[in-house]
């Protein structure tokens, strides 16, 4: 467990240290939530159980967008980077277990999750009015904590059938955006066709 931690800071400190992927991972949500909300700002959206304002949906959309950025998204790309630079051979001489790598870099790609998830939460709570029911608080970080390890595993996973680094960014952003648009992240689906929302059911 220690090796883990120590592998989870050091990834860390190497996003940190990368600009671009935390400009992308960090702004990306947030230029969505503005985006949403300024086009829709003034309807509402049909959800089970009545009507919301735009806002009010857009804000736990935007934070489920930026769990799968966050975890899938980056942990697809930047494995796909390290192997076709060799350090996953390298590390693979090293002492360290590959069990200890790849959990840590599940908890990095968690963390940083976590973070995203509570600045869009701040913005949609100070500007947008949003309410969060704080009585499903537990459950909601239990979801957020699972869905963080669920994309981080399909992340890991996809890199299989990723050819070359230079790839990753199209196969990774072509077997997610379709997604986005039918599961209701980006647009709502509470009015869509049956199939769509059956289709829809059973994609995380």
């Known amino acids: ?19 671009a992927s935390a400009f992308f991972t960090f702004v990306f949500p947030i230029m969505f939530l503005v985006i949403f ?23 736990p959309a935007i934070v489920a967008f930026s769990v799968i950025s966050a975890c899938y998204t980056n942990i697809a790309i930047s494995v796909s980077f390290a192997r076709d630079g060799g350090v996953l051979k390298r590390l693979r001489g090293t ?15 968690m963390a940083v999750a976590v973070i995203v998830v509570i600045i869009v939460l ?31 595993a399909l992340g890991l996973a996809i890199t299989t059938i990723i050819p070359n ?12 955006l379709p997604l986005l648009f039918i599961s209701n ?14 289709n829809a059911s059973l994609i995380p």
């Open 165 to 176: 680094a230079d790839a990753s960014p199209a196969v990774v952003n072509a077997s997610i």
């Open 95 to 109: 002492p360290l277990p590959p069990i200890a790598f790849i959990l840590g870099r599940i908890l990095q790609a």
């Open 122 to 152: 701040v913005l949609g709570i100070v500007f947008y009015d949003v309410d969060p029911p704080g009585e499903k608080l537990p459950a909601f970080l239990l979801t957020l904590l699972v869905g963080a390890a669920t994309f981080c």
């Open 1 to 19: 467990m220690g090796l883990v931690l120590r592998q989870a800071r050091y990834d860390l400190l190497a996003f940190w240290r990368n600009p």
């Open 185 to 198: 992240v980006f647009i709502p689906t509470e009015t869509a066709p049956d199939w769509q929302k059956d």
């Open 37 to 59: 909300n300024l086009v829709f700002g003034s309807e509402t959206v049909q959800v089970p159980g009545g009507e919301v304002d735009t806002s009010t949906f857009y804000v």
